[in-house]
């Protein structure tokens, strides 16, 4: 049964990994590489990463710099930049790609709070959700009699004390990211 306890530990790790990859993708109007993650470049033919074509940097809190490894691809690296949804546009000066990252504005800002509370009540709910499958294979397995009421009682127990971390986890990260959106 201690497996029964590894497979949710398991499931309840992929919903909060799940959630932190939709965080990265709010913006909190701070340049942080991870917001380029999603843009993919047609390099020779293969829809590639932004960071496996070119160096990407910020040089400031307001700014990316992107550098790309073979001179030749910088025109797929604008036009992969345009393509995407980041509202950012590219300005390419024959060597490297710089994007301004523009102002969020207060009522932007409390959208975007509002957005992440969302993501993580779905991603408790998400939590929940395995704790409860988890109770059911345990009352099932009581039933069949392959648990004793005392084990029973234990993995419960265990249960919701994976149950009760994981929450923390997710309400940490929420506090941070609400945070960093806040701070202007």
């Known amino acids: 049964m201690s497996d029964m306890k590894t497979r949710t530990q398991e499931k309840m790790d992929k919903a909060i990994a799940a959630l932190q990859n939709e965080l990265k993708k ?12 999603t843009i993919r470049v047609n390099y020779y033919g293969n829809m590639t990463p932004l960071n ?4 990407i940097s910020c040089p400031d809190a307001k700014s990316f710099l992107i550098a790309p490894w073979e001179a030749s691809v910088l025109k797929e690296i ?8 980041i509202g950012m546009t ?20 409390k959208e975007l709070v509002k957005q ?5 009540e779905d991603t408790r709910v998400a939590i929940r959700l395995v704790r409860r ?12 009699k392959t648990l004793s009421e005392d084990e029973a009682k234990r993995l419960e ?3 919701q ?12 990260i929420s506090d941070e990211k609400e945070k960093s959106i806040l701070t202007i």
């Open 78 to 85: 604008e036009s992969a930049i345009v393509k995407s949804d």
């Open 161 to 172: 004390k994976v149950t009760d971390d994981h929450i923390k986890k997710v309400d940490g």
């Open 90 to 109: 590219p300005m390419n000066d024959g060597k490297v790609i710089r994007l301004k990252v523009p102002e969020v504005t207060e009522e932007r800002r």
């Open 133 to 144: 499958d988890a109770n059911e294979e345990v009352k099932k397995s009581l039933k069949d």
């Open 26 to 37: 709010v913006r909190t109007g701070r340049a942080q590489v991870s917001m380029l993650d």
């Open 116 to 120: 992440v509370k969302k993501m993580v």
């Open 157 to 159: 127990a265990d249960v």
């Open 52 to 55: 496996q074509v070119a160096a």
